[in-house]
């Protein structure tokens, strides 16, 4: 009896620190569904990522940088799959621009267009670049290990290249790129 007892018990602590594990380093269910979901894309999102490898051939960007739209879910940084808890329709539909979460350097934004940015910030962060940007009221929450990506600011940007700095020190800011006004074009813009 007393074996039986101490095996249930076992086993139930076993389990409970296996899901603990697979909870915070993203394991099951979480990849198998952005997986799942990867398998269901639509035209849109094919075209994008074709644009997207297109742009990244013809430009030698590196491996570790991304385009993909912007849903509820979709991981925000190209090497972590922490995502934005909230999923403000206000965001929809954009691109994200992915990269490291830990990345510390310069991006060159190319818009083929008229565009809006928003910068996803942490209060952790060295906030001052984005003092000449205007602060919304979308909200959001990007829960990481080492901060949380709180707020949003914004900045409207002409057609042309526009360098943006990672973000940081603590860690890099996530770039999500609109079109201005709707338009026929697929792909605002690419990376230099």
Not at 129 to 134: G, K, L, R
């Amino acid at each position: 009896m007393k074996a039986k007892v101490f095996l249930y018990t076992f086993a139930s602590i076993v389990l409970f620190v296996s899901g603990m594990v697979s909870y915070k380093e993203n394991l099951l269910p979480r990849q198998f569904l952005h997986a799942f979901k990867s398998i269901l894309t639509t035209n849109e999102e094919k075209l994008a990522t074709e644009l997207n490898e297109q742009s990244t051939s013809i430009n030698a960007t590196a491996p570790k940088i991304r385009i993909l739209p912007y849903a509820k879910g979709t991981p925000l940084f190209s090497d972590r799959n922490y995502e934005d808890e909230i999923g403000s329709k206000s965001l929809e539909p954009s691109y994200v621009v992915q990269f490291p979460r830990h990345f510390d350097g310069n991006i060159t934004l190319v818009a083929n267009e008229p565009s809006i940015i928003y910068r996803l910030i942490s209060d952790d962060n060295d906030n001052q670049i984005f003092s000449d940007w205007n602060v919304t009221e979308i909200p959001v929450l990007v829960n990481g290990v080492s901060s949380k990506h709180t707020k949003v600011v914004t900045k409207a940007i002409n057609a042309g290249e526009i360098e943006l700095s990672s973000g940081g020190p603590v860690c890099s800011s996530p770039v999500l790129v609109k079109q201005d006004k709707a338009t026929d074009s697929n792909l605002p813009f690419r990376i230099k």
